[in-house]
């Protein structure tokens, strides 16, 4: 008889571990029975900024593999709205409610892929029967949001609470569809995945673009006329709003496995092995936004809920079911984003976490340009860099600036994955021409301002 993968969750992790397991697992094999509340199957999360301003005309744009190309290209059985509601780990079954039709139905398990993503951070202000306040986590959330915003009355004015990355981009998804927008954020900056002297960069740039930006400030309920929501409550007083969009960070979807006695680690994510299996429970794997994984610098385990790592730890977990052998072996915390035209890049830790970690470090900033200065489109660009000292080693980067900074990044994520150090890094042999670089590029500009840094210190 046939082996059965049932998998909870039918998006980054859950699908590219099906798509793995049936490669090297025909049906007869294994039976894949894929649970998926929603209405989408393989969608990009990441592409819905860019859908809510209007730069990617719809959601169809977003999926790269609809339900029924798993159904007839891959052999395997999508369940659409379907929420899986229970596990039972002795029975080996799962509990699914059909969300359209009523009913529930049980699948009987061998192996369980548990890969349920995230659910973003709500505070009990936004639990509230309010229309207008919408959380951004799947496409379902994007296409309510863009339904509120082409209904009548359009709304003219956004809040947007918190500002990470998300955030940030959904900030800019609204000022381009033209809304005036106040982005509001408990923390003294805006864009707290870098330090504050790079943040502060990325905040000037957003009011540059006309966004209101409010430190220091918590939302703390909302107000509303005929059940729509008309603004949000500080204690600097009420912002005027119709739309109100949360950023304020996601926390992993893990209620279902923890009901079912499956380990949490230190960061609330379900704790997993480098092959994703959960430790102490033979046929169970978990992947993507609902894990935590390792810090390859700090040495701690981490919670970084990021697409990237999820289709990696994915299709390690479909390799692994299927009888390969593959690893995850952590992450470096590389992540790139920009606002407008403003690139912004990261990787390895940063000032606090250094600290945190108890490295000895010295941090410098280098200012340059993307092209050589006389030619045209030359625009600034800030590196940071952190280093080990006295050892030199690249411990963590950031980099601010227009066309061409964010992917820089991953030059320095190279470099900081093989544990280069600053010295290392200066005779790096990186491709120069005036339209792509200076002829000394700004990665090299910040090693040779380390490698100065470390040197003082020591004299
Ligand atoms: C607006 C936005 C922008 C982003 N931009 C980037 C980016 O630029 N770069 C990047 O690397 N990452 C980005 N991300 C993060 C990225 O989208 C996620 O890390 C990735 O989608 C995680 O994949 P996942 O499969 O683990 O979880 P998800 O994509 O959240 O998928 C989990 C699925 O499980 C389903 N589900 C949950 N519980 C159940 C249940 N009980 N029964 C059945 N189904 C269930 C959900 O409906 C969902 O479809 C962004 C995310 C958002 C929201």
Same mark, same amino acid.
């Given at each position: =008889?046939?082996?059965?993968?049932?998998?909870?969750?039918?998006?980054?992790?859950?699908?590219?571990?099906?798509?793995?397991?049936?490669?090297?697992?025909?049906? $007869?094999?294994?039976?894949?029975?894929?649970?998926?509340r929603? *209405?989408?199957?393989?969608?990009?999360?990441?592409?819905?900024?860019?859908?809510?301003?209007? &730069?990617?005309?719809?959601?169809? *744009?977003?999926?790269?593999?609809? +339900?029924?190309?798993?159904? /007839?290209?891959?052999?395997?059985?999508?369940?659409?709205?379907? %929420?899986? #509601?229970?596990?039972?780990?002795? !029975?080996?079954?799962?509990?699914?409610?059909?969300?359209?039709?009523?009913?529930?139905?049980?699948?009987?398990?061998?192996?369980l892929?548990?890969?349920?993503?995230?659910?973003?951070?709500?505070?009990?202000?936004?639990?509230?029967?309010?229309?207008? @306040?919408?959380?951004?986590?799947?496409?379902?959330?994007?296409?309510?949001l863009?339904?509120? &915003?082409?209904?009548?009355?359009?709304? !003219?004015?956004? @809040?947007?609470?918190?500002?990470?990355?998300?955030?940030?981009? =959904?900030? %800019?998804?609204?000022?381009?569809?033209?809304l005036?927008?106040?982005?509001?954020?408990?923390?003294?900056?805006?864009?707290?995945?870098?330090?504050?002297? =790079?943040?502060?960069?990325?905040?000037?740039?957003?009011?540059?673009?006309?966004? #209101?930006?409010?430190?220091?400030?918590?939302?703390?309920?909302?107000?509303?006329?005929?059940?729509?929501?008309?603004?949000?409550?500080?204690?600097?007083?009420?912002?005027?709003? $119709?739309?109100?969009?949360?950023?304020?960070?996601?926390?992993?979807?893990?209620?279902?496995?923890?009901?079912?006695?499956?380990?949490?680690? +230190? /960061?609330?994510?379900?704790?997993?092995? !480098? !092959?994703?299996?959960v430790?102490?429970? +033979?046929?169970?794997?978990?992947?993507?936004?609902?894990?935590?994984?390792?810090?390859?610098v700090?040495?701690?385990?981490?919670?970084?809920?990021?697409? #990237?790592?999820?289709?990696?730890?994915?299709?390690?977990?479909? @390799?692994?079911?299927?009888?390969?052998?593959?690893?995850?072996?952590?992450?470096?915390?590389?992540?790139? #984003?920009?606002?407008? %035209?403003?690139? @912004?890049?990261?990787?390895?830790?940063?000032?606090?976490?250094?600290?945190?970690?108890?490295?000895?470090?010295?941090?410098?900033?280098?200012?340059?340009?993307?092209?050589?200065?006389?030619y045209?489109?030359?625009r600034? =660009?800030?590196?940071?860099?952190?280093?080990?000292?006295?050892?030199?080693?690249?411990?963590?980067?950031?980099?601010?600036?227009?066309?061409?900074?964010?992917?820089?990044?991953?030059?320095?994520?190279?470099a900081?994955?093989?544990?280069?150090?600053? $010295?290392?890094?200066?005779?790096?042999?990186?491709?120069?021409?005036?339209?792509?670089?200076?002829?000394?590029?700004?990665?090299?500009?910040?090693?040779?301002?380390?490698?100065?840094?470390?040197?003082?210190?020591?004299?």
């Open positions: =008889m046939a082996q059965r993968l049932i998998v909870i969750g039918g998006d980054a992790a859950g699908m590219s571990a099906a798509s793995q397991a049936r490669r090297r697992r025909n049906r $007869d094999d294994l039976e894949i029975v894929v649970f998926e929603g *209405h989408f199957t393989s969608y990009s999360a990441c592409g819905i900024p860019y859908w809510i301003s209007g &730069l990617v005309p719809g959601p169809e *744009h977003l999926i790269a593999r609809a +339900p029924e190309t798993f159904r /007839t290209k891959f052999d395997i059985d999508v369940r659409m709205r379907h %929420e899986v #509601t229970a596990i039972d780990l002795e !029975r080996r079954e799962v509990v699914a409610r059909d969300l359209d039709n009523g009913g529930e139905v049980s699948e009987r398990f061998d192996e892929m548990y890969a349920t993503g995230a659910t973003p951070t709500k505070p009990s202000w936004a639990q509230v029967d309010v229309a207008g @306040v919408f959380g951004m986590q799947t496409l379902d959330d994007g296409a309510a863009r339904d509120w &915003l082409d209904a009548e009355p359009q709304p !003219r004015r956004a @809040v947007v609470v918190g500002g990470g990355y998300i955030g940030v981009e =959904m900030a %800019e998804a609204m000022i381009q569809r033209g005036s927008v106040t982005l509001v954020e408990q923390a003294a900056q805006p864009m707290s995945t870098v330090d504050e002297d =790079m943040a502060e960069l990325v905040a000037d740039a957003m009011r540059g673009l006309g966004i #209101t930006i409010r430190t220091g400030l918590a939302v703390t309920g909302l107000d509303q006329r005929d059940g729509r929501v008309s603004a949000v409550v500080t204690a600097e007083g009420p912002i005027p709003t $119709d739309v109100v969009v949360l950023g304020l960070g996601v926390r992993p979807n893990v209620g279902l496995a923890e009901a079912a006695g499956l380990p949490l680690g +230190p /960061t609330g994510a379900i704790r997993v092995d !480098r !092959r994703m299996r430790p102490g429970f +033979p046929g169970v794997w978990a992947a993507g936004d609902c894990v935590e994984t390792l810090h390859r700090s040495g701690m385990p981490v919670y970084v809920p990021l697409g #990237t790592h999820a289709n990696k730890q994915g299709r390690v977990a479909g @390799v692994n079911i299927g009888g390969g052998y593959a690893t995850f072996t952590g992450v470096i915390g590389t992540a790139v #984003t920009k606002v407008c %035209e403003l690139e @912004v890049g990261r990787t390895g830790l940063r000032e606090r976490d250094a600290s945190a970690a108890g490295f000895d470090f010295v941090s410098v900033i280098a200012e340059s340009t993307n092209r050589a200065g006389y045209p489109g030359a600034p =660009m800030t590196v940071k860099l952190i280093a080990e000292r006295p050892s030199g080693r690249l411990l963590g980067a950031q980099i601010v600036g227009w066309s061409e900074a964010a992917k820089r990044i991953d030059t320095l994520a190279v900081l994955w093989n544990g280069m150090t600053v $010295d290392d890094m200066t005779a790096l042999d990186l491709g120069y021409a005036p339209p792509y670089a200076p002829v000394w590029d700004p990665v090299l500009i910040a090693a040779r301002k380390a490698v100065d840094a470390l040197a003082a210190l020591d004299r």
